[in-house]
């Protein structure tokens, strides 16, 4: 059984950066495909970006692109968001997913299989 765990969400200004890491324990990221999906309260989960977990191919919102970059560090089997020039419109609880590899991308989160508790990334103006 997979478990994700998700850190470095806080508090920072509008124009500011955070990076997220997202970590797994009982299986590796290199058989997976792995998400970042945000939600805010009375919404779904939306889609940010996913990196397929063997080939670092990555697939990111048109909504952030330019701003945030997700990547993976092979050694540390660590994924990351980085997100650079916040907007308040960023704030939200963020979450880490994965799925099988050989399912290929998606942007749904019912099609994702594990999941972070998530870390709360608030971004004052």
């Known amino acids: 059984q997979v478990q994700l765990v998700e850190f470095g969400g806080g508090l920072v200004q509008a124009g500011g950066s955070l990076r997220l890491s997202c970590a797994a324990s009982g299986g590796t990221f290199s058989t997976t495909i792995i998400g970042w999906f945000r939600q805010t309260p009375g919404k779904e989960r939306e889609f940010v970006a996913a990196i397929d977990g063997y080939s670092h191919t990555t697939q990111i919102l048109n909504f952030v692109k330019g701003r945030f970059t997700i990547s993976k560090d092979r050694i540390k089997d660590i994924v990351y968001l980085q997100m650079n020039s916040l907007k308040p419109e960023d704030t939200a609880m963020y979450y880490c997913?994965?799925?099988?590899?050989?399912?290929?991308?998606?942007?749904?989160?019912?099609?994702?299989?594990?999941w972070g508790q998530g870390t709360q990334v608030t971004v004052s103006s």
């Open positions: 997913a994965a799925r099988k590899l050989t399912t290929g991308f998606s942007t749904f989160a019912r099609e994702y299989e594990y």
